[in-house]
């Protein structure tokens, strides 16, 4: 398939043999001959979409890292259309991103020791950082993400991090005053006072996207926790995350509305220390009743960085970094609770390869509780002489009971009637 870029007029070729990806709204192609480019072609192209294309080119995000190559926003970089239609806009192209994977890889425990066993804690404070940076950087060109979640956030080796599907954003038109709105959202990453409303009609505020963004950072920071995981001890079944989210139920808020307690699995609270905890009760506390209380992203950024430069290293395993205000490692006390699996495996652990391995006791087989076969079948016979045995006491105290059962009515009525 051939189509024509509109900045350079230019016909580009995609590799349509092999979509890189489709979705409901679009497939992925690879470009032929430039390797750094992909394009996203719509299933059904609008105006809207198109003119929403145009006010993206034309306002593009500052890069939140300049010092990096790495893309970190991949932000549309040239308009598609019908070789032979100029004003057909039928998708656009986008930098290709490499060697990165999706955020959850690297904030769920069991994925993380699977593909990336060396990321350590600080690369995840680090990740935190690096995702509000990207945030920051769009909000300060008026941009909302609206649909902030695990699925368009991709995170490299060394914590860089790439936000995608950036068309789906909300987009303010400087030229014309129009809003381009996100119409999607996932519950779970959703602000409380937008909880079962319809996205199509809501203008969305950057505040929206602080929630989302300070759910991704306690899930980076708790070992893929949601902030609003929870059980109640007196019900069989928690409400779903969506209804504790609208109710403002944060089980580590210092009053725990909704009597939601924390997760038995998830690491304590206070692991993260005063100033994370108290950006955390912002977010999801004061931020339930009165949205302008959450932290910026810049915020965020400022003290995730304070805290990545306090860290300190475990005597035991150089891969556990915690706060400095701890006075005992909480990833070797999360060891011991996982019989052993370390959250944040050893150099040594990682090179044998027996990272994926905990320290539970081995059952011991039955056989080997015996000398020889023959000895168990002894055993086993003298088992069954012993059921045997207890079958017959069974019988015999049962015939006990009726006799004695029998003697005393029989006796019962003579007392009362008299022989005769």
Same mark, same amino acid.
């Given at each position: ?36 480019? #992909? ?64 955020? #959850? ?316």
């Amino acid at each position: 398939m051939k189509l024509r870029r509109t900045s350079n007029g230019q016909l580009t070729t995609l590799a349509t043999s092999t979509p890189l990806g489709a979705g409901g709204e679009a497939r992925i192609y690879a470009i032929k001959d430039s390797p750094g480019l #992909i394009a996203k072609i719509y299933h059904r192209p609008t105006r809207e979409r198109a003119d929403k294309l145009q006010a993206m080119l034309a306002n593009p995000p500052e890069k939140p890292f300049a010092e990096n190559r790495t893309v970190s926003i991949a932000w549309p970089l040239d308009v598609l259309t019908a070789p032979n239609d100029s004003s057909q806009v039928i998708g656009f192209l986008m930098p290709r991103v490499n060697g990165m994977q999706p955020i #959850i890889d690297f904030y769920h425990p069991k994925t993380r020791r699977q593909k990336h066993p060396l990321f350590s804690y600080l690369y995840l404070l680090r990740t935190a950082s690096n995702l509000a940076g990207c945030v920051s950087a769009l909000h300060a060109r008026g941009y909302v993400i609206g649909d902030l979640n695990e699925s368009n956030i991709l995170v490299g080796q060394t914590a860089l991090v790439c936000l995608v599907d950036t068309d789906s954003f909300q987009v303010p038109d400087t030229r014309t005053g129009t809003i381009y709105r996100c119409r999607v959202g996932k519950p779970e990453f959703t602000p409380p006072e937008l909880q079962s409303m319809q996205f199509a009609w809501i203008d969305r505020r950057p505040e929206h996207d602080l929630f989302g963004l300070g759910v991704l950072i306690f899930q980076l920071l708790m070992e893929g926790t949601h902030p609003f995981a929870g059980k109640h001890p007196r019900a069989m079944e928690s409400p779903p995350l969506e209804e504790r989210i609208a109710a403002g139920a944060f089980p580590y808020a210092p009053d725990r509305q909704g009597g939601i307690e924390p997760m038995s699995t998830a690491p304590p609270f206070g692991m993260l220390g005063q100033r994370i905890n108290e950006l955390f009760q912002k977010c999801f506390v004061a931020g339930h009743n009165d949205p302008s209380q959450r932290p910026t992203a810049q915020t965020w950024q400022k003290a995730l960085l304070e805290v990545e430069l306090s860290l300190a290293a475990c005597q035991d395993n150089s891969q556990h970094r915690h706060g400095n205000h701890l006075r005992t490692c909480p990833w070797c006390e999360r060891r011991k609770q996982l019989n052993g699996l370390d959250p944040f495996p050893s150099l040594d652990a990682v090179g044998r390869h027996v990272h994926f391995r905990s320290v539970l006791r081995p059952r011991r087989r039955a056989r080997d509780n015996y000398a020889s076969i023959e000895e168990a079948m002894q055993i086993a016979a003298e088992a069954a002489n012993r059921k045997k045995n207890q079958r017959l006491l069974g019988a015999f105290l049962c015939a006990a009971v009726t006799s004695l059962l029998f003697l005393f009515i029989y006796w019962t009525f003579t007392l009362t009637y008299g022989l005769k």
